[in-house]
């Protein structure tokens, strides 16, 4: 756990640490393509030009077009965007809700935490994609039921980390000493227990963030995400499906955009993690 | 009619829930506290003077039930609600601990940390808060007071540290101090100094301190009063000078043997350090009787049947055993 010494030491060990700079370098890449999207991109995403559907990558076209003719780097730039909105939403749902959750089981005990960790167990039960499946069947397909579907899903994550590392530090001396100052449950949470698990939390938000993104692509292939035209890097490798043989690019690239956002992420969240556990830090 | 102590324990008896069942780690302590006055509790680990004082400011662990009654300013603190118990601790009651390396959140500068219970219990601005801080720390000895505000504890000595730690406890003039262990975990150096310090602050604030220790020496130098315990019982109790002077259980007896004392001019041959044999009893398997009697060399037969009574040996001196006569009758006052 960080003591309080100055950031630059950690920056320093930060950029040593080879599968963090390159996590981050990945995923700041990513962060790039979906910013540049909001601007530019170098065609409007969802132009169709039929006249020059399936092209080459070219120098008009640096990735091709698909079936329809429209630009594949720009529906790749977009689908950055989508993809990463659907993360940060589903990811932050799961970090506030199951946080709180974890919190409220480590701070009250009894049978306040067995209810918490029996409702996570229940709720992992059931993958994302079948959550999703069920949610397309209520309400329909849509970027939003993913977002639901994969935020169901990181609830029970964090709440367990949570609840897991809050506890171990419910059980360190200062807060003994800090319930000796006659503090309630509820600020030794906010002031003593949040702030020590911060690191993990972080950690496990990356992590997921990757999942998230994963999954996001998996609900839009199968049809139950991100519907059309809204660009989306999932339902970009069910349309290639069908001309995979004719047009190998158009599963490629959008294949390529999938694996460096999640490798990213991947390797970003093992460098955190390793960089905020000083007894790991010490032996590399 | 005498007017009634500031703090009355009567019967405290601690429940722990164990693999193996149900287990009483203090098995019926009575105790009276009057203001200004300083009781000091002795025994070995295990003997659950820690789960005494952990039970006067109602934080035992989870699975620990208290039972009997804790009496301070009209309360049964073993009763009161959380929220009303939150507002005594750190106000009226203050505890310091055996570490403290551990005791201090690494996160927070020890100002914020000794602030906080000033701003919760007494209402005061950040600003006040931190001003009284100052004189909190420059009152327990640490130099450079309003710069070491912004230390963080891993920036200070464990001296430093503990000296912190009873700023923090002093914040809100508490009528009682307890002190578990506090300077066990301190080098011997260090350990007078802070044990000086407690003792004046009390004088001078005239709050009551609870000293919980291993250590007779450090007992003997700081209380008024001593409770010896032994398996969640007070063997014996009375004023500091008497119990010393005429030592009448003979476990604490054979505590005061086991001090490690140091002759100077007679370091050879060394003499081997006094021990009591055997080990503390098992706490799910305690005798019916005298708890001690299968490591007293003392023990007679009546002692392993029948429990001993509160033998009176002088003034507000008292102690649960059967053998005082041996014990006394042998005249071996230190």
Not at chain 1, 99 to 121: H, N, P, Q, Y
Not at chain 2, 53 to 60: E, F, K, P, V
Not at chain 2, 119 to 125: A, G, I, R, T, W
Not at chain 2, 154 to 172: E, K, N, P, V
């Amino acid at each position: 756990m960080s003591d309080g010494r100055s950031g630059s030491s950690f920056l320093r060990r930060a950029f040593r640490h080879r599968s963090f700079v390159v996590g981050a370098t990945l995923t700041a890449f990513v962060v790039a393509m979906a910013l540049l999207s909001l601007i530019w991109t170098p065609y409007a995403p969802t132009a169709i030009n039929i006249r020059r559907r399936m092209a080459m990558p070219s120098a008009d076209h640096w990735l091709g077009t698909d079936s329809f003719g429209r630009d594949v780097l720009s529906l790749i730039l977009a689908g950055a965007q989508n993809s990463l909105t659907v993360g940060v939403l589903a990811v932050g749902c799961g970090i506030v809700l199951g946080s709180t959750l974890g919190l409220l089981a480590a701070a009250r005990r009894g049978w306040i935490e067995e209810l918490v960790m029996r409702f996570a167990d229940f709720t992992f039960a059931f993958p994302a994609i079948l959550s999703a499946i069920m949610l397309a069947a209520i309400f329909g397909p849509s970027t939003m039921n993913s977002v639901v579907a994969i935020a169901i899903f990181n609830i029970p994550v964090f709440a367990r980390v949570v609840r897991g590392s809050a506890n171990a530090i419910w059980a360190r001396d200062y807060i003994l000493a800090a319930r000796s100052a006659g503090k309630g449950s509820t600020r030794i949470t906010i002031e003593h227990v949040l702030p020590n698990i911060l690191a993990v939390i972080v950690v496990q938000a990356t992590i997921q963030f990757a999942l998230a993104i994963l999954a996001e692509a998996a609900l839009s292939y199968l049809g139950l995400g991100t519907q059309p035209p809204t660009p989306s890097w999932g339902r970009m490798l069910n349309e290639a499906q069908a001309m995979v043989f004719r047009a190998p690019f158009l599963a490629v690239f959008p294949g390529c955009a999938i694996a460096i956002a999640v490798l990213g992420l991947n390797l970003l969240g093992d460098g955190l993690r390793d960089l905020t556990d000083p007894r790991l830090s010490r032996q590399r | 009619m005498t007017p009634a102590p500031l703090l009355s324990v009567n019967d405290l008896r601690v429940a722990l829930q164990t693999a193996r069942g149900a287990v009483e780690a203090v098995r019926g302590l009575s105790f009276t506290l009057d203001k200004g006055e300083t009781l000091g509790i002795v025994g070995e680990s295990g003997c659950g003077k820690s789960l005494t004082a952990l039970a006067l400011m109602g934080l035992l662990p989870d699975g620990a039930v208290a039972s009997g009654a804790v009496r301070y300013g009209g309360h049964n603190l073993l009763t009161l609600r959380e929220q009303q118990l939150c507002d005594l601790r750190g106000n009226r009651l203050a505890m310091i601990f055996q570490e403290p390396m551990t005791s201090l959140n690494p996160l927070h500068c020890i100002g914020d940390q000794i602030a906080e219970p000033l701003q919760q219990h007494l209402k005061l601005s950040r600003r006040q808060a931190r001003d009284r801080a100052v004189d909190l720390l420059d009152r327990v000895g640490i130099p450079n007071p309003r710069q070491r505000l912004d230390a963080y504890p891993h920036q200070m000595s464990g001296g430093q540290r503990q000296r912190a730690m009873i700023a923090m406890a002093l914040a809100c003039d508490p009528d009682i101090l307890i002190a578990d262990e506090p300077t066990t975990a301190l080098d011997v150096t260090i350990q007078g100094q802070i044990l000086d310090l407690i003792r004046r602050l009390v004088d001078d604030s005239g709050m009551a301190l609870v000293l919980i220790s291993h250590d007779l020496g450090v007992i003997a130098e700081t209380v008024d009063r001593v409770l010896v315990m032994y398996a969640g019982r007070a063997v014996e109790a009375g004023p500091v000078r008497e119990v010393f002077a005429r030592l009448a259980h003979p476990y604490a007896r054979g505590l005061f043997a086991a001090m490690p004392r140091i002759a100077p001019g007679q370091s050879h041959p060394r003499a081997p350090l006094a021990t009591i044999a055997g080990i503390v009893p098992d706490l799910h398997d305690l005798p019916s009787a005298c708890a001690f009697a299968e490591r007293c060399s003392l023990a007679e037969p009546r002692c392993r049947v029948e429990f001993p009574p509160a033998v009176s040996i002088g003034p507000d001196h008292r102690a649960e055993c059967w053998r005082t006569d041996q014990t006394l009758g042998t005249g071996t006052s230190p």
